[in-house]
């Protein structure tokens, strides 16, 4: 019980804000904790991969909120994708931290099929 307790501080999920309906939520070991917003939740066929981005210190543990990608970010991330070249990849979100009216981008979600 006690192990679970920790696990949960650890991710992060005591600190996690209200989420709006639907959103679902990811926390990584790397860091990168965000809130999917109008993004299917897929996890039972699905496995989501976060892409954290270095941020100032401040921001490591900040929750961010993740959206789907617009056009010139989905070309962006292709490429970075495409260098890999994971079969049944795809870009899924992009999540930004809100710094006094300022995005930050916080990382990037993949994910993969589930094998």
Same mark, same amino acid.
Request: aromatic share 14%; with cysteine; hydrophobic share 35%.
């Given at each position: 019980?006690? *192990?679970?307790?920790?696990?949960?501080?650890? &991710?992060?999920?005591?600190?996690?804000? &209200?989420?709006?309906?639907?959103? *679902?939520?990811?926390?990584?070991?790397?860091?990168?904790?965000?809130?999917?917003?109008?993004?299917?939740?897929?996890?039972?066929?699905?496995?989501?991969?976060?892409?954290?981005?270095?941020?100032?210190?401040?921001?490591?543990?900040?929750?961010?909120? #993740?959206?789907?990608?617009?056009?010139?970010?989905?070309?962006?991330?292709?490429?970075?994708?495409?260098?890999?070249?994971?079969?049944?990849?795809?870009?899924? &979100?992009? #999540?930004?931290?809100?710094?006094?009216?300022?995005?930050?981008?916080?990382?990037?979600?993949?994910?993969?099929?589930?094998?």
């Amino acid at each position: 019980m006690s *192990f679970l307790g920790y696990d949960q501080y650890r &991710a992060g999920y005591f600190t996690r804000p &209200a989420m709006p309906e639907g959103a *679902f939520s990811l926390s990584y070991k790397n860091g990168l904790r965000g809130i999917l917003v109008g993004i299917p939740d897929e996890k039972t066929t699905r496995r989501y991969l976060g892409f954290p981005r270095e941020v100032p210190f401040y921001l490591v543990d900040a929750w961010s909120f #993740c959206r789907a990608p617009r056009g010139d970010e989905e070309q962006h991330v292709s490429k970075f994708m495409m260098d890999r070249n994971w079969p049944g990849e795809r870009f899924e &979100a992009v #999540c930004e931290i809100d710094v006094e009216g300022v995005p930050v981008v916080r990382g990037w979600i993949t994910s993969v099929p589930k094998v």
